[in-house]
């Protein structure tokens, strides 16, 4: 069974209350029990984690490379400048996992800030816009990977 680690970066917990027209209603805690039940369907071991802390996030992407566990992120504003959280994902694919990035927005339509990110460059793929679904289809494309 392969293992994927759920990352989320800074204020995604407020999730369902920080601006629902752009984020959506569904509430952190609902999220992380649809991407595990999306996990068992597909047959993969899944933890979600989340934090504000670009730190939490990095020591985290170490622990996925050191146990061989795949990668589906949302690094939300640390997406456009952090490029700790980059060099950390980089060393995931280099270890020839599976990183996905994630966006419940479609960055590219919003502000020309967020039309850049550091991770894309180093991600495996990138699913943007599509709200919740966009975990659903990450976890889809690493559960294909695997079974290929």
Same mark, same amino acid.
Not at 44 to 47: A, G, N, P, R
């Given at each position: 069974m392969s293992s994927v680690l759920v990352l989320n970066g800074p204020n995604l917990g407020r999730l369902g209350t920080r601006e629902p027209e752009k984020y959506g209603t569904v509430t952190y805690?609902? +999220?992380e029990t649809k991407v595990g039940e999306w996990g068992g369907v597909l047959g993969?071991? #899944?933890?979600v984690r989340q934090s504000d802390s670009e730190t939490d +996030? #990095?020591?985290w992407i170490h622990? @996925? /490379?050191d146990s061989g566990r795949h990668v589906v992120i949302n690094p939300a504003a640390f997406t456009h400048y952090s490029y700790a959280l980059r060099d950390a994902c980089a060393l995931v694919t280099d270890a020839g996992l599976t990183l996905i990035e994630v966006h419940l927005t479609?960055? @590219?339509a919003r502000e020309e800030f967020r039309e850049v990110s /550091? &991770?894309?460059g180093v991600a495996t793929g990138v699913i943007a816009g599509l709200g919740v679904e966009s975990y659903r289809l990450a976890l889809e494309a &690493? @559960?294909?990977r695997a079974a290929a």
């Open positions: 805690d609902e +999220l993969l071991e #899944v933890s +996030l #990095v020591h622990e @996925a /490379v479609n960055t @590219a /550091v &991770i894309s &690493i @559960a294909s």
